[in-house]
């Protein structure tokens, strides 16, 4: 099943994603399941394939405003450096990490599918960074790896936007330079785990105005997903709705000689072939 999130008249629906548009979930099951991130925590997906069985669209997708699949998850992880030729892409000798690097971004970083994403008016190095997004479907804490995969409630899409010289402003973290606003996008729907199965192999690929720039699958991952929950449990308890993002391929703008950043009217495209195809294009920051 595919679930996105949306914008009608100005107010959040979300709904299920079928050939030739959308079915209004918050019509048939809204008054148990107000937003999707409900909907998860009540374990209410078989309710919602209910509700769609034998329905036609009652929107067009085209004409809706899509949000990020889970618009105020509690937590949106992200992880750094979980490809093996990643690592080497720092050119600073260092063997391979025993774990992994992790920041966190906020709610106001990320934008939905087809919305613009920002160039911010302080840098002119705003890098794109393709990843595939796990969204916790049961809470949990102290999970073992084994156990896992039944906290993954499906799998989703991110441009990880990093503004590149305010990584560097703290000694100690990357924060600032990846939560500007509307610098980075998720979506465009969550695909659930019983219609895509999150042990894979997934592809990723990133493209810029067409041209390929990174291309991966998750077979290469140092941390693969059932770790990360594994790990990021360990301290932290895990929440229906919650994002991990897992890190990017090489080949963003940045290592490029010279860098290849961002400009107004660039087009963004992050695919998996499960998923689907997340764009975005590019404006300056007003």
Sequence with gaps: ???????????????????????????????????LKTLIARGGLGVAQGAVAGRSPDR????????????????????GVNYRDRNAEYKDGS????????????????????????????????????????????????????QAWRHIFGMTLCNEGTVRDWLHHGKFNVTQGKNFDRSGSIGPWIVTADQLDPRGPHDIVTRVNGEIRQQETTERM?????????????????????????????????????????????????????????????VDEK
């Excluded at 067009?60 to 992880?79: D, G, H, M, Q, R």
């Excluded at 709610?107 to 599918?113: D, E, K, L, T």
Aim: net charge negative; proline share 8%.
């Design 95 to 146: 063997a391979l990490p025993k774990y992994p690097s992790l920041f966190a971004r906020s709610a106001s970083s990320v934008v939905g599918a087809g919305q613009t994403i920002e160039k911010p008016k302080v840098s002119e190095q705003l890098d794109y960074e393709g990843e595939l997004v796990i969204v916790i479907g049961e809470k949990g804490r102290h999970i073992p790896r084994e």
């Design 222 to 282: 140092m941390f693969p997903f059932d770790f990360l929950i594994s790990y990021l449990s360990t301290f932290a308890t895990l929440m229906p709705g919650d994002m991990i993002a897992t890190g990017t391929p090489t080949g963003a703008g940045a290592r490029f000689d010279p860098p290849r950043w961002l400009k107004a009217g660039d087009v963004v495209e992050v695919e998996s072939s499960g998923i689907g195809v997340l764009r975005n294009t590019v």
């Design 1 to 35: 099943m595919r679930l996105a999130s949306y914008l009608e008249n100005g107010r959040e629906r979300y709904g299920a994603v079928v050939e030739g548009g959308v079915v209004d979930l918050v019509a048939r099951i809204g008054g148990d399941y107000p937003d």
């Design 60 to 79: 067009e997708l085209a004409s809706l405003t899509l949000l990020p699949p889970v618009t105020a998850p509690e937590k949106l992880w992200c992880i």
